[in-house]
């Protein structure tokens, strides 16, 4: 795999070859085919809020700006709306990219300190292995005392709760199929 | 009408109503719901951002358990519904993809059972005729907006039953309620709702955006078909925004007649009651 540096005007980004493919075959997506007519990000709702614009992003991935790609806080903000992906004339689903990246930036450690939906993902899928579904109420509790927010939702959380909207049912049976799907996973990996 | 039914982890807690009043309107309908015994949660919002093989595996073990089951699987919430869908999908047109799914849920697949949304059955299986002609008291005069989301009609090659861009199905079942739908522009436009927790700035700016938008265009109330877009459009507004946002099966159990409306209505965390009762539609 052959490297290089990229001069951006963010600063200098490390490229390397072979980045594309990969991002191209994990996904599914025909990544080559981007041509910049930048229709994913005018429909972008989160354009604003990220480092980089989806067709930012395609062409980082192209050049292979791997780390600049991985390591983006973009990537998380998606909410896989589908918006871009609908629009793109290239059939290039950029939802499924999106989830892509964020799958590599787990699986080789590089989501950026501090990103909370990372966070987030982890507490739900520990919800659904523990007990095979999500209580919300578990769930939005245990994420505010990690992130030590507490008080943030305080009063929309008790105005649920009075409305029967966040019962705490105690059903802390483990779902054997579950805990299998979750093991068939973690093979597959290990494979 | 038999189906096998998914309410998914949500109607359990912040979309009660929505899971109330789909049962309640399937009964008065006369399409039975069957809850599939011993489903687990699909993995949505949080298994296909970390994991794909999880992301699989989660949904094709609710479709292996509504497969033994033998009955088409409805689903009310977009986002289960989103997942569980793709998954059949993928099985369904993807040798490799079938492999590794039945590989994960340990089970063999046979394509044949559906995965439908509610809103699906309701205006294709029941069909809006039926349910103009089992309307009580017809919604006359009730403007609504209605917000179909990101999740339910994309992408158009999973999700066939209406247009990607530009869906209607909604707006043809409240029509069929006697209410008026408005034209406005962002029917598909996603609230946000999977950053509601993790970045609520962001989500306020956009929910901000979306009821503005209903409003300039004569909407009183906006109608969703998922329970993350409900609540996200109730619980990350302004205090002084009372614009109610109804489950579209509220509004039939409310056409229908149904006294246990009032019930559903009352879970709300923006209060329906004023506008309803300003129209004479309050139960």
């Known amino acids: ?191 | 009408m038999q189906y096998s039914y998914y309410p998914g982890c949500s109607l359990e807690a912040t979309g009660v109503e929505y899971n109330l009043s789909t049962r309640a309107v399937a009964a008065a309908l006369g399409v039975e719901l069957v809850e599939l015994p011993g489903w687990t949660c699909c993995g949505s919002s949080s298994a296909h951002a970390v994991n794909k093989d999880l992301a699989l595996g989660l949904a094709a073990h609710n479709i292996a358990l509504a497969q033994e089951h033998g009955r088409d699987l409805v689903v009310p919430c977009a986002a289960c519904y989103t997942r569980l869908s793709k998954a059949d999908y993928q099985m369904r047109h993807d040798p490799q993809e079938r492999v590794r799914g039945e590989k994960l849920a340990g089970f063999t697949y046979t394509g044949e059972i559906t995965v439908y949304s509610f809103l699906e059955v309701v205006k294709d299986h029941i069909g809006t005729e039926m349910i103009a002609r089992a309307v009580q008291r017809p919604l006359t005069g009730l403007k609504v907006a209605c917000y179909y989301g990101c999740l339910l009609v994309r992408p158009p090659e999973v999700r066939p039953f209406d247009r990607a861009e530009d869906p209607v199905s909604l707006d043809e079942v409240v029509a069929a309620l006697g209410a008026e739908p408005v034209s406005w522009s962002y029917k598909t436009t996603c609230c946000g709702a999977g950053l509601s927790l993790t970045r609520p700035a962001v989500v306020k700016r956009q929910v901000d955006r979306l009821l503005a938008a209903a409003r300039e265009a004569g909407a009183e109330a906006l109608v969703t078909a998922c329970p993350l877009c409900q609540n996200n459009l109730e619980m990350r507004r302004p205090a002084t925004e009372s614009l109610p946002v109804f489950y579209f099966t509220e509004l039939i159990g409310l056409a229908l007649g149904l006294g246990e409306a009032r019930a559903w209505l009352k879970k709300h965390l923006v209060d329906p009651l004023n506008l309803l009762q300003k129209l004479s539609l309050a139960v």
């Not at chain 1, 004339?89 to 989501?111: C, H, Y």
Request: charged residues 25%; glycine residues 8%.
């Open chain 1, 1 to 191: 795999m052959a490297t290089g540096v990229l001069n951006l005007p963010a600063g200098k980004v490390e490229v390397n070859t072979g980045f594309l493919e990969e991002v191209a075959r994990l996904s599914g997506q025909p990544l080559e085919l981007c041509f910049q007519c930048q229709k994913c990000t005018s429909g972008c709702y989160l354009t604003q809020d990220g480092d980089y614009a989806p067709n930012e992003i395609v062409r980082l991935i192209q050049y292979g700006a791997r780390e600049a790609v991985l390591q983006s806080k973009s990537i998380w903000l998606c909410t896989s709306c589908e918006t871009c992906g609908l629009r793109c004339p290239n059939g290039i689903r950029m939802a499924e990219v999106m989830d892509t990246l964020k799958q590599m930036a787990v699986a080789r450690g590089l989501v950026p300190a501090g990103e909370v939906s990372a966070l987030f993902h982890e507490l739900f899928l520990k919800e659904i292995r523990a007990i095979g579904r999500v209580q919300e109420a578990v769930l939005m509790l245990k994420f505010k005392l990690k992130t030590g927010n507490l008080w943030e939702d305080m009063d929309l959380g008790w105005r649920l709760f009075r409305r029967g909207k966040l019962p705490l049912v105690p059903r802390l049976k483990k779902n054997p199929a579950v805990r299998w799907v979750f093991e068939r996973v973690a093979g597959q990996a290990n494979n």
